[in-house]
């Protein structure tokens, strides 16, 4: 997420912003907000298996 932008592929960027903002309300620390469609994500966390990654 970069601030002040829509998700690339977002179709409603108003929506997509107002989402990010809870987001960031919700969680206790930034690195907590995780991107499930990000392919670093596999690189960011302890690999548990093949396309598996644990979240501590």
């Known amino acids: ?3 002040g932008y829509p998700t690339d592929g ?3 960027g108003k ?3 107002a ?11 930034p690195d907590l907000i995780i991107p499930g469609h ?3 994500v596999l ?3 302890p690999k548990r ?3 598996m990654v644990r979240l501590d």
């Open 1 to 3: 997420m970069v601030d």
């Open 38 to 40: 990000d392919p670093g």
């Open 15 to 17: 929506a997509n912003l």
């Open 19 to 29: 989402a990010q903002d809870r987001m960031r309300r919700i969680a206790t620390r």
């Open 10 to 12: 977002a179709r409603d």
């Open 49 to 51: 298996g093949d396309g």
């Open 43 to 45: 690189v960011r966390f």
